[in-house]
C-alpha cells in the first residue's frame, strides 16, 4: 500500500463472459439462482485478484455484482415500479426505458451491504464502495409521484446515507457517490445538488469522494462531447461548491479529456482522484503517458492530496485492455512517486 500517491479506479470493470454480455450496459446475466449468486463472487474475486497484483492501493469491487450503477441500487427500493418503464432522457443525451416511481421512495433492507462485506473478506487493503449520487438517481428515472426533482433527490438523500452508514459499518474505508448529472444540471447543483449530496454523506467517518465524469465510453457520451467545444469548462460550476462542501474527495477526468487542467486549483484542499486512464479507448497507456498527466495535476494538486485513478468506470471495455490499463497507472504512479522521492 503506498501512502503517497495511492492508486484507486473510479470503480466498475468489464465482467467475466460467463457471467455477462460483454460490452454493452444493462448487459442480462448469463446464470440465475444459486449459481449467479457464487458466480458474481467469484467475478468479485477475480476483480480484487487483478487489482492487488496490478498495484492498485485501494481497491474496488469491480461492480460485479451489480447490472447498471444506478438502477441495480434503485431496483432494490419500495415506491418503484420496473414492470410500469417509460423512455426519457439521460443526462440531457440519450434515451433509455426506465422504471418509474410510482409511491413514497424507501429503503426496506441494506442494498450493497452483503457484498460489502464479501469483498472486506477478501483483502486487509482500504476498501471503496460506489453508489449513485441522488441528483444521477433521479435523472435516471420517471417519477409520477413527487413530481418535483428536488423533492425526490432529498429523498434519496435519506436513504443513500443509511446505506453508506451500514457499507462504513461493513468496513469500507471510502463511500464514493457518482455524479456525472453534476456535469449537465449546472442550476440544480448550485441550488440543491451539492446539499442533497452533502445530506447523503452526512455523519460518515468513511472516506467521502464524489465521482464527476464524461460518461462511459459509449456511442451517446462520446457523440456529445464532440459537441462540448476545445475546452471543456462543465466543471468550473461543480468545483467551487465542492471545495467549500463537507466531501472530502473529487473524481475528475483528466487524461486525453478537453478538460483544461488548471481547473483542478479550484479544489485546492481538497483530495482530487485525477483521471489518469482513458476508458474510452483500448488504447492502453505507457507509464510515461499516465505520469506525464500527474505531474501536470501536481501543478495545481499538492502531493498529499492527488489519488491517480481512471476518467471513469471501464465496464464496456475489453477486459484485457481494461486490466493492462490497471498496470499502466500502477507504474506510471511509481514513476512519478519516485520523482517526488517517496
Ligand atoms: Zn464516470
Not at 462531447?225 to 465542492?242: C, D, I, M, N, V
Amino acid at each position: 500500500m503506498n501512502s503517497l500517491l495511492p492508486t484507486s479506479t473510479v470503480g466498475s470493470l468489464p465482467k467475466p463472459t460467463w457471467l455477462a454480455e460483454p460490452g454493452t450496459l444493462w448487459s442480462p446475466w448469463k446464470l440465475q439462482g444459486d449459481a449467479l449468486v457464487e458466480g458474481k463472487q467469484d467475478a468479485l474475486r477475480i476483480a480484487v485478484h487483478e487489482q492487488l497484483r496490478r498495484g492498485i492501493d485501494i481497491i474496488s469491487d469491480g461492480e460485479q455484482t451489480r447490472q447498471h450503477f444506478v438502477t441495480t441500487f434503485i431496483e432494490h427500493l419500495s415506491g418503484v415500479d420496473f414492470e410500469q418503464r417509460e423512455t426519457v432522457r439521460i443526462r440531457d443525451r440519450y434515451d433509455a426505458s426506465v422504471p418509474t416511481v410510482v409511491g413514497a421512495v424507501s429503503r426496506e433492507k441494506p442494498v450493497f451491504v452483503d457484498d460489502a462485506k464479501f469483498l472486506r473478506a477478501q483483502t486487509d487493503r482500504p476498501i471503496k464502495w460506489a453508489l449513485p449520487g441522488p441528483m444521477t438517481m433521479i435523472d435516471t428515472l420517471s417519477d409520477r409521484h413527487y413530481k418535483s426533482r428536488e423533492k425526490l433527490a432529498w429523498e434519496f438523500a435519506t436513504i443513500l446515507n443509511q446505506e453508506a452508514r451500514e457499507l462504513e459499518a461493513a468496513g469500507v474505508d471510502v463511500i464514493q457517490f457518482d455524479e456525472p448529472a453534476f456535469n449537465v444540471f449546472h442550476d440544480e447543483v448550485q441550488d440543491w445538488g451539492v446539499a442533497t449530496l452533502e445530506r447523503a454523506a452526512e455523519g460518515l467517518r468513511a472516506e467521502t469522494v464524489v465521482h464527476i465524469c464524461y460518461g462511459y465510453g459509449i456511442k451517446a457520451n462520446n457523440d456529445w462531447k464532440a459537441t462540448l467545444g476545445p475546452e471543456w469548462r462543465q466543471y468550473e460550476t461543480s468545483f467551487p461548491l465542492l471545495q467549500q462542501s463537507t466531501i472530502d474527495t473529487v473524481s475528475l477526468e483528466s487524461h486525453h479529456s478537453h478538460v483544461p487542467v488548471d481547473l483542478v486549483e479550484l479544489l485546492r484542499g481538497k483530495k482530487v482522484m485525477l483521471g489518469a486512464i482513458d476508458v474510452a479507448s483500448e488504447t492502453v497507456e505507457t507509464p510515461e503517458e499516465v505520469a506525464e498527466t500527474l505531474r501536470n495535476a501536481l501543478r495545481f494538486v499538492d502531493a498529499e492530496n492527488l489519488i491517480p485513478s481512471t476518467n471513469c468506470g471501464m465496464a464496456p471495455m475489453s477486459r484485457n485492455a481494461s486490466l493492462e490499463k490497471l498496470s499502466a497507472l500502477s507504474a506510471g504512479a511509481a514513476i512519478v512517486r519516485a520523482e517526488l522521492g517517496a
